[in-house]
């Protein structure tokens, strides 16, 4: 079943900070995160196992709470190259790839 | 750099014609998929494949099929494609084995348009 993510879609200002959302119905063993720019192939972000851990690298960031089955990414100081949709991918509690599946994505607009 | 390369950009077909989309992987990645792009609806999962000659359905295989003759080579076949097959198709490799942080290399897609 397909993650709900929160906003659907986001306008910033350079500098301001953003948080989406990505909620499963399911149990969860990780939660992925891809950013797509607009005209170019979805790259990869970060990946997120069960345990409760948060990730992050230079101003982003994200955090994975298995017992909420939800996971949220969190942009800080919005560049303009931050722009793009957001899409988070959850895999099932068995792992191994079980029933991997995309969410609908998140449009985010960074305005300088 | 990882490349995956999809053959075609931008496709225009017909209704009933069979159409064929070509991904290859110069990674030597074990796993190939192919995803479908709509707006609103974000990536579903057509079919996937962790080995040669090897497929397996996704999500959404209804109208599709594939082939898997090369390690490197995946291709996505409509065999009468049909207007509501009109899509972005995105082609993804990964390294091997249903490992669980295996991340996703993504080609460029390919805007197919069926009229």
């Known amino acids: 079943q397909q993650p709900v993510q929160s906003p659907q879609a986001v306008i910033l200002r350079e500098g301001e900070d953003a948080v989406i959302n990505c909620s499963s119905s399911k149990a969860l063993y990780s939660v992925h995160w891809y950013r797509q720019k607009h005209g170019e192939a979805p790259v990869f972000l970060m990946i997120l196992l069960k345990g409760g851990e948060q990730k992050g690298h230079d101003k982003i960031s994200a955090s994975f709470n298995e017992k909420k089955q939800q996971s949220s990414l969190y942009l800080t100081a919005s560049q303009l190259s931050y722009s793009g949709t957001y899409f988070c991918g959850t895999e099932g509690e068995e792992g191994y790839g079980q029933n991997f599946v995309f969410g609908p994505g998140t449009r985010l607009s960074v305005l300088p | 750099d990882v490349k995956v390369t999809q053959s075609s950009r931008y496709l225009v077909k017909r209704t009933g014609e069979k159409v064929f989309l070509e991904c290859v992987q110069d990674m030597d990645h074990e796993n190939m998929f192919w995803y479908r792009q709509d707006p609103g609806l974000g990536l579903r999962l057509i079919y996937f494949s962790y080995d040669v000659k090897m497929k397996e359905k996704g999500d959404i295989p209804e109208g599709y099929s594939v082939s898997r003759e090369k390690k490197e080579r995946f291709s996505l076949i409509l065999e009468s494609a049909s207007t509501n097959q009109t899509s972005m198709y995105l082609c993804?490799?990964?390294?091997?084995?249903?490992?669980?942080?295996?991340?996703?290399?993504f080609g460029s897609g390919t805007q197919l348009s069926v009229l």
């Open positions: 993804a490799s990964s390294f091997q084995g249903r490992a669980t942080n295996e991340k996703l290399f």
